[in-house]
């Protein structure tokens, strides 16, 4: 079994920083991209950015320049570095990982439960 927990979310002005978590943890054999989405009040999950096993990193466009992901693959854990938050960030944000829990398992998405982000204008 394998599970995502993030933390860090909250409520900021806009201008301001937070920093969101992800640790995975159980039984895992190699994680593949590990990553973030956000889903606001009626619209659809999107990606926000993701950083894949060979160091590649992809960003939203309406994020770059403000958002820094990382990854400590030591720990199992991804970093989301928010700077110049905007109330348009405003949503649930999720952890997203593509692993494997086995060497002969296939590659499959798991989820964390989501940490919510508030940006007050």
């Known amino acids: 079994q394998v599970q995502l927990v993030e933390s860090g979310g909250g409520l900021v002005q806009a201008g301001g920083s937070l920093r969101l978590s992800c640790a995975a943890s159980?039984?895992?054999?190699?994680?593949?991209?590990m990553g973030w989405y956000r889903q606001a009040p009626g619209k659809q999950r999107e990606l926000v950015a993701v950083?894949?096993?060979?160091?590649?990193?992809n960003y939203a466009e309406s994020v770059k320049g403000r958002f820094t992901i990382s990854r400590d693959n030591a720990k199992n854990t991804v970093y989301l570095q928010m700077n110049s938050l905007e109330p348009e960030d405003t949503a649930t944000y999720f952890c997203?990982?593509?692993?494997?829990?086995?060497?002969?398992?296939?590659?499959?998405?798991?989820w964390g439960q989501g940490t919510q982000v508030t940006v007050s204008s």
């Open positions: 997203h990982a593509y692993l494997q829990t086995a060497w002969y398992s296939g590659l499959r998405d798991y």
């Open positions: 950083d894949t096993s060979g160091g590649h990193i």
């Open positions: 159980g039984s895992i054999f190699k994680i593949n991209h």
